[in-house]
């Protein structure tokens, strides 16, 4: 029992909307499972969210290192990889960055707050807050209520349909 709560946890603060009806087929009950998807998804935004800043900052700095120890025949392929560092205020759209830059534009610090359990990744929904909206004073509050508010509508969603989970 205690490694099925510890395994629902760590599974909810990487992937938090498949988790609770996760816990639900593999036999927890009903409350020790919220529980530990709430504990999960709240705790993993909380260590996404804190570690990611650092993370970022010891990458920056550390980065012509990197670029140096790569080996030659991954330095050759992905040359502008390490030669885009260099650039200081030139911005090169590829796929992802236009994808982010869409995401911020249209959905904003809202969509990244809702988006974030049901769709994105718990790591991807911090890094993202953390990158475009730490300026923001209630953020980590909207995020938690935003975790909160999605495991009430899982659970409702498996109240409707006891049959699919038990």
Same mark, same amino acid.
């Given at each position: 029992?205690?490694?099925?709560?510890?395994?629902?946890?760590?599974?909810?603060?990487?992937?938090?909307?498949?988790?609770?009806?996760?816990?639900?087929?593999?036999?927890?009950?009903?409350?020790?499972?919220?529980?530990?998807?709430?504990?999960?998804?709240?705790?993993?935004?909380?260590?996404?969210?804190?570690?990611?800043?650092?993370?970022?900052?010891?990458?920056?700095?550390?980065?012509?290192?990197?670029?140096?120890?790569?080996?030659?025949?991954?330095?050759?392929?992905?040359?502008?990889?390490?030669?885009?560092?260099?650039?200081?205020?030139?911005?090169?759209?590829?796929?992802?960055?236009?994808?982010?830059?869409?995401?911020?534009?249209?959905? @904003?610090?809202?969509?990244?707050?809702?988006?974030?359990?049901?769709?994105?990744?718990?790591?991807?929904?911090?890094?993202?807050?953390?990158?475009?909206?730490?300026?923001?004073?209630?953020?980590?509050?909207?995020?938690?209520?935003?975790?909160? @508010?999605?495991?009430?509508?899982?659970?409702?969603?498996?109240?409707?349909?006891?049959?699919?989970?038990?």
């Amino acid at each position: 029992m205690v490694f099925k709560i510890l395994h629902v946890i760590v599974l909810a603060s990487v992937k938090y909307f498949v988790t609770l009806p996760y816990a639900m087929i593999i036999g927890l009950d009903y409350i020790p499972a919220v529980a530990a998807v709430l504990i999960g998804g709240i705790g993993g935004f909380l260590l996404f969210y804190y570690l990611s800043k650092p993370i970022i900052r010891i990458i920056d700095a550390k980065w012509p290192c990197i670029c140096r120890i790569v080996p030659s025949f991954i330095r050759v392929r992905y040359q502008h990889f390490c030669e885009r560092r260099k650039l200081v205020k030139a911005k090169i759209f590829t796929r992802r960055n236009r994808f982010l830059a869409r995401m911020k534009t249209s959905y @904003g610090f809202w969509g990244i707050i809702v988006a974030t359990p049901l769709f994105l990744t718990v790591p991807v929904g911090a890094f993202l807050a953390n990158k475009y909206y730490s300026h923001r004073k209630r953020l980590i509050l909207y995020m938690i209520l935003s975790f909160v @508010g999605w495991a009430a509508v899982l659970s409702g969603f498996i109240h409707l349909f006891p049959k699919v989970f038990f």
